[in-house]
């Protein structure tokens, strides 16, 4: 047999295994079979690479590295929907619907509302075109090389027509738990949810990634049913289940909204014994000859809405109040919770706030506890279960010392402070913040790099900061460093001496004086010396600026330690200067964002591109990092934009950059 004919046959079977295996669990071939094939087909495409296909079997597995991913333009608008919060929101739209088709009743199917992400598969002459993700509904991005990783996915279907699903890519549970605990173990971020791991999972510019994510698909939405004579959702639903797409089983057909609002109550209650996350519930006509009569809004079809679930709120044993002490020296209880999944993720810390908040709750150390996600984000603890307490509860009692000093604590309102200025935990809090990213934006001063050098007592105060070079010889031999981070570091800790002036203000952590603040100060003063003269009275006249603001700033200034620790900055080289040019700055989109330029751009040099950057207030780092806000690539970009992609930051190329910056070529 030609090679030709036996890889189209290897393929075909292989395709089918996979179909047998994913679909209907039952598969007539042993592992071992399967690995056969699946070798000697990779043997034939090694022999003959002109044979290769993106669509092969073999790609499954994950491949290549790509540059970036392709536009794709969507053939019809890729919508969202409509959102519904209650009852009555179901409620008006099924009286919506019933108005404009003038009848009683209508036939809904109700959906699972997957937590994924939306993807549209397009197929040409039966075999896949490409995966895109929504994008903004118009434009998507090429991602067909992660979502073939998905064995459930057909890349082939008995259909020769233009045919286009469209669905949810997703992340079981299992799989996100399992994902998290191995990133926990490796010290890398979590995923908040579901929705995030799998976004995250098919936008990696390396498939194998995506391959080894464990990621699933339900397909909701067949594109061209009625190109296909069906007139019902329901049946283009099973349609697409033969051709071997995975539909989602608990769908169900709803003669009415009463019938709609029984399956709403029954899956609030089913969602956690689901073994994938859902959102919400969806509920569309199903009689799809009506879409056009009840029309569309700009974003969103009138013949469907979304119900989204009440934050989940889950039960879970308070096991201990921890405090901790910030930047200001405020103390904070924090809830030690046994750890519980809610809203996608594990939870095991929620902030109690202040004594106020636990005493307003009633809260007792062992008490089984209700949290929840605000916005989906933030774990909060939403009340105590009295009854629920076995008598072994503790009560809460609010520390009158500070847990790291011992400095007797002082309350203002409802907030108690360590009012020592030599408390280690606000020194290291108030690194931390002199080297986040909107203060002196040190890359590579994290948290954790803070603390440790703390520790090692290499860096006690700010300026100290600026000796670390000293000790480079030391710290290569701490744990997790190398020669090239060090060398990073120190160049970041020198290249931070030239920040604009509302950086240093915002770093030195005044009270009361944040981001926002700092900006106007510096453009009020320009310099450090002009400010650090200003009365109470002449900040009060500033705009934004009230007495409690001005108080603050005043009296920092008039502090003995501030005013050396200023002194010592100026003779250590840092900038005393508000660098930004005019004031319409801040309007631009750079403005205050930290951007990397990778790549040639046509149509000016690097050192040009910075230049127009600066001025336009951004800061030009050398490295991408999750800090990094955009990714500015031309021409044979290479690792940065990678890099860039995998952390999910924003890339433009040159074209939009410079439609963002606004720049006449005629200038
Ligand atoms: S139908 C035009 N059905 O939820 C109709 N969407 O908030 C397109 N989603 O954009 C959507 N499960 O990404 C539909 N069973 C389901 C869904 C679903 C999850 C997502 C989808 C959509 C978003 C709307």
């Known amino acids: 047999m030609e090679p030709k004919e036996r890889v189209k046959e290897l393929r075909e079977l292989l395709e089918r295994y996979n179909y047998e295996y994913y679909h209907l669990n039952a598969s007539s071939v042993s592992d071992a079979e399967f690995d056969r094939l699946m070798n000697e087909l990779i043997m034939l495409e090694n022999e003959h690479p002109e044979l290769k296909s993106p669509l092969s079997p073999t790609q499954r597995v994950g491949g290549t590295v790509a540059e970036e991913f392709k536009k794709i333009t969507h053939k019809r608008l890729m919508l969202s929907l409509a959102n519904a919060f209650s009852e009555s929101d179901l409620r008006d739209f099924d009286k919506k619907v019933c108005e404009t088709l003038g009848v009683k009743k209508v036939t809904y199917m109700a959906e699972m509302k997957i937590d994924g992400l939306a993807m549209s598969l397009d197929y040409v002459d039966g075999e896949l075109n490409y995966a895109a993700t929504r994008g903004d509904g118009n434009v998507g991005e090429d991602v067909t090389q992660n979502v073939i990783t998905i064995k459930s996915i057909p890349t082939h279907i008995k259909v020769d027509k233009p045919f286009e699903v469209r669905g949810e890519v997703y992340m079981p549970k299992a799989s996100l738990n399992a994902l998290n605990e191995e990133r926990q173990k490796q010290n890398q971020p979590l995923f908040a949810n579901a929705r995030n791991a799998a976004a995250g999972s098919i936008r990696q510019l390396d498939s194998r990634v995506a391959a080894s994510r464990k990621l699933n698909a339900f397909w909701y939405y067949f594109v061209n049913a009625n190109e296909f004579g069906f007139t019902r959702h329901s049946e283009a639903l099973n349609y697409i289940e033969t051709l071997g797409f995975r539909t989602n089983k608990e769908r169900r057909l709803c003669d009415g909204i009463e019938e709609v609002l029984a399956y709403v109550e029954e899956y609030t209650l089913k969602r956690p014994t689901l073994d994938y996350d859902i959102d919400g519930i969806v509920i569309k006509v199903d009689d799809i000859t009506k879409y056009d009569i009840l029309g569309y809004t700009a974003k969103t079809p009138k013949w469907a809405i979304a119900y989204k679930f009440p934050p989940e709120e889950v039960q879970t044993t308070l096991e201990d109040i921890i405090f901790t002490v910030g930047r200001t020296g405020k103390i904070t209880p924090n809830a030690k919770l046994s750890p519980v999944r809610v809203a996608g993720s594990m939870v095991q810390r929620a902030t109690l706030h202040n004594e106020d908040f636990v005493v307003s709750k009633g809260m007792m150390i062992g008490d089984t506890v209700v949290i929840r996600k605000a916005g989906d984000v933030i774990p909060e603890v939403v009340k105590s279960l009295k009854e629920k307490r076995t008598g072994n509860e503790k009560p809460f009692v609010m520390i009158d010392k500070c847990p790291v000093c011992g400095e007797p604590l002082t309350k203002v309102d409802a907030m108690h402070f360590c009012l020592n200025p030599h408390c280690d935990a606000k020194h290291i809090e108030g690194l931390i913040h002199y080297s986040s990213r909107d203060a002196m934006d040190i890359e590579g001063l994290g948290e954790k790099i803070v603390e440790l050098l703390f520790n090692e007592k290499f860096i006690n105060d700010i300026p100290s900061i600026y000796n670390l070079y000293n ?146 207030g951004a800061k030009v780092a050398g490295s991408v990092s999750k800090n990094t806000d955009y990714v500015i690539f031309g021409e044979e970009a290479g690792s940065k934009l990678d890099k860039a992609r995998a952390l999910g930051v924003k890339t433009l190329d040159e074209e939009s950059f410079l439609a963002i910056a606004k720049v006449d070529d005629n200038k």
């Open 471 to 616: 000790f480079r010889q030391d710290i290569i031999f701490m744990d997790g460093f190398k020669d090239k981070s060090v060398d990073n570091l120190i160049d970041a800790i020198e290249k931070s001496k030239q920040n604009s002036l509302e950086k240093l203000i915002f770093g030195l952590g005044i009270k009361e004086v944040g981001a926002k603040t700092a900006k106007i100060l510096a453009k009020k003063y320009l310099t450090m010396d002009e400010l650090m003269k200003a009365s109470y009275e002449d900040l009060l006249a500033i705009p934004d600026i009230g007495p409690i603001s001005a108080t603050s700033i005043s009296e920092y200034f008039k502090n003995e330690n501030n005013i050396k620790l200023i002194e010592e900055l100026k003779n250590l080289g840092l900038n005393m200067k508000y660098l930004g040019i005019i004031s319409s700055d801040v309007t631009s989109p750079f403005y205050g964002k930290t951007v990397v330029l990778t790549g040639t751009l046509s149509s000016m040099g690097r050192k040009e591109a910075t230049e127009l950057l600066e001025n336009l």
